[in-house]
């Protein structure tokens, strides 16, 4: 069921992700409710919650991009990435739109050429709500058979850009840093906004915490009650400046001293884990899974969830963590 969703939003230039894309998450959640016997999975916060992470996992996966002024999603183009190469072997990863026809079109070309291998990966998160499709491979010592395939064949785009090109590519923390502290920038005296909410980071845990007192440095959170659009801002000594949604976590945490303890490398199984309620800027979450093309598995230590990214090196671990303003832990 999971490949699905990807079967059927394939057959549509964009969807409207609050009419279309709904309902067609919602018919293959209630099927699998059924399957199971589990109608909790239909429960309204819970669905919206998972078909947001689902929409996620499925651009880091390079299968959509989000149009946000239209609240519409766009199917992209299928294309191939190379996310590794060991001993002359290419792996490449197939992203974009993916149907039956594509799919049958892939089976005939490894048929043709014995020195291909076609491979699948299940993504797996045992979470029954995240319906993501698995991932498909060509791999081959043949690089130019590959850019030949693509060049024959107008449906399919070869991407030169590599997971880590993205991240290295991606914006830092410290030149987002030397731009709040900039003159002219337009730091205003906080003001106590109606309906605002406080997130606060224990260091222990990662959770948010709802307070309403006025610290000296603070994330505020604040949902406009005319159109219901959040925004976020930092607040320092009573000032306070708006700060993207995802970067604004990781300026908190700068802010407060938390730069260290929070993104954790195992050496051995080349494995990033980054707590789930940090959610990664857009441009490093699609580099960081775009170099295994996995969506993160969920692993729970010392009850934090953790998302664990597969196939990081070192070298890109430490890219990642300088990017984010940390510093790499062992685990």
Not at 3 to 21: A, Y
Not at 254 to 280: A, D, F, M, R
Request: charged share 25%; with cysteine.
């Amino acid at each position: 069921m999971n490949n699905m969703l990807l079967k059927l939003i394939s057959h549509h230039g964009e969807l409207s992700i609050s009419n279309k894309f709904y309902d067609i998450y919602y018919s293959l959640l209630k099927k699998r409710a059924e399957e199971i016997n589990n109608f909790d999975l239909l429960d309204e916060n819970y669905f919206k919650f998972h078909r947001n992470q689902t929409l996620e996992y499925l651009r880091a996966l390079c299968h959509i991009d989000f149009s946000i002024p239209e609240n519409k999603i766009v199917i992209l183009k299928p294309t191939l990435h190379e996310i590794k190469k060991v001993a002359r072997l290419h792996t490449f990863y197939i992203s974009g739109s993916i149907d039956d026809e594509l799919k049958n079109e892939l089976d005939i070309f490894v048929q043709e050429n014995r020195d291909i291998k076609y491979e699948k990966r299940i993504n797996n998160r045992n979470d029954n709500l995240v319906l993501i499709p698995d991932s498909i491979y060509l791999l081959t010592h043949d690089f130019d058979k590959i850019i030949d395939f693509c060049k024959s064949d107008e449906r399919f785009n070869f991407s030169f850009q590599t997971g880590s090109n993205m991240i290295q590519n991606s914006p830092r923390l410290d030149i987002y840093l030397k731009y709040l502290n900039k003159k002219g920038v337009s730091w205003q005296p906080f003001k106590d906004l109606k309906g605002y909410s406080k997130y606060y980071f224990d260091k222990n845990n990662f959770k948010y915490l709802i307070k309403k007192q006025v610290a000296r440095t603070m994330l505020v959170k604040y949902q406009n009650p005319i159109n219901f659009q959040n925004y976020f801002f930092l607040v320092e000594n009573n000032q306070m400046i708006e700060v993207d949604y995802y970067w604004g976590k990781y300026l908190y945490l700068n802010k407060i001293g938390v730069t260290s303890s929070v993104i954790y490398y195992n050496t051995y199984k080349k494995e990033l884990k980054i707590p789930q309620s940090l959610k990664l800027p857009p441009s490093i979450k699609i580099g960081l899974t775009m170099l295994s093309a996995e969506i993160p598995k969920i692993s729970l230590i010392n009850n934090i969830r953790y998302e664990v990214y597969y196939n990081v090196l070192e070298p890109m671990a430490y890219e990642i963590c300088i990017r984010l303003g940390q510093r790499l832990s062992r685990k």
